[in-house]
């Protein structure tokens, strides 16, 4: 029996990954995508070739001769989020150009979906992505960095007044809202083992969340009666105040500082200080429009880091059985 030594690594914070021999590997007739058993005793773990690939997730729908394009992509999301390998899409009589835009449009709000036949009647959806070659805590870390940038475009453009960036900011939403659906589809699809994929997506449920009220900023700026910026000031320190404690509180789950996301959690006095503030500071009837329903965004994005700051520290006390505080 041969013998290997080798290096263990580390992804996603928790999971650890080891090479296997390759030429173990070919002789077993493995590939990428296929699944190896692992037998575990007390003291070692046996590998060996595995089942072969479990089979195929096909689905299907039925469209009527008419149906409503926002009823079509809630149920395309659905099925995508229930996950499938292909899914076909059938039209009783044919495939209208509505339809086929509405889907053609679904495949841009998802991850991985891509339109592998069509016909009159059909449309064949295939989904290429999986947690092997893209796996949550990945997709949460780039998730995490699309909101960063979010809400630093979003402080710059009313600092600048620059509604161009303020419009490009609500245009990326859809990309935080395709990562958060894929990390909605793997977590319930029970492919990913790993014991911190629960954290993970309530962690993207988070960061969905701070994107959805950094667009409300941008609106609602844009959308601000007679251009008023008395409140501009004032909005983009209590911006600058919630992306500081955003960047530490993502930092905290990343590196697990105990005491640096109790720091984190204690500001939420802060976050409410600086909301009554701009409350207490609010002029005329326009500008306390604008000053107090940005300050209400603000204040969530604020909240919403001591929340990822309390999820961290619930990862942390959850995934060690011995812990000193």
């Known amino acids: 029996m041969a013998s290997y030594v080798r290096k263990i690594q580390v992804t996603g914070g928790s999971t650890y990954i080891v090479s296997l021999p390759s030429k173990w590997v070919r002789q077993a007739g493995i590939g990428k995508g296929d699944n190896v058993k692992i037998d575990e005793s007390e003291t070692s773990l046996v590998i060996s070739k595995g089942d072969q690939k479990p089979k195929e997730v096909v689905k299907s729908l039925t469209l009527k001769s008419a149906i409503d394009r926002e009823l079509l992509l809630r149920a395309l999301t659905s099925i995508y989020i229930s996950n499938f390998d292909t899914l076909t899409i059938k039209s009783q009589n044919y495939m209208n150009q509505q339809m086929r835009d509405t889907i053609k449009h679904f495949t841009r709000l998802v991850m991985g979906i891509e339109i592998f036949e069509e016909s009159s009647k059909t449309v064949v959806l295939q989904n290429v992505l999986d947690f ?60 990913e083992t790993d014991n911190d994929t629960i954290y993970y997506l309530i962690f993207s449920r988070i960061l969905e969340r701070i994107a959805d ?8 700026w844009i959308n601000r009666p007679d251009k008023e910026i008395k409140a501009r000031d004032e909005i983009v320190s209590f911006l600058d105040l919630s992306l500081s404690m955003y960047n530490s509180a993502v930092e905290g789950f990343y590196s697990s500082r105990f005491e640096r996301l109790n720091e984190i959690i204690s500001g939420k006095g802060v976050v409410n200080r600086a909301k009554e503030n701009i409350v207490k500071g609010s002029g005329n009837q326009s500008s306390s429009f604008v000053a107090l329903s940005c300050a209400e965004e603000c204040s969530r994005i604020g909240l919403y880091a001591t929340d990822i700051a309390e999820l961290a520290m619930d990862l942390i006390l959850n995934k060690n059985p011995d812990n000193t505080i």
């Open 132 to 191: 092997n070659s893209f796996p949550v805590p990945t997709a949460v870390r780039r998730m995490a960095l699309n909101v960063k940038a979010m809400l630093e475009d979003t402080m710059n453009g009313i600092a600048s007044d620059d509604s161009s960036l303020l419009e490009n900011v609500i245009n990326r939403d859809d990309e935080v809202d395709r990562y958060q659906l894929y990390v909605y589809r793997e977590a319930s699809s029970g492919e």
């Open 213 to 220: 009220h950094s667009v409300n900023i941008c609106k609602i």
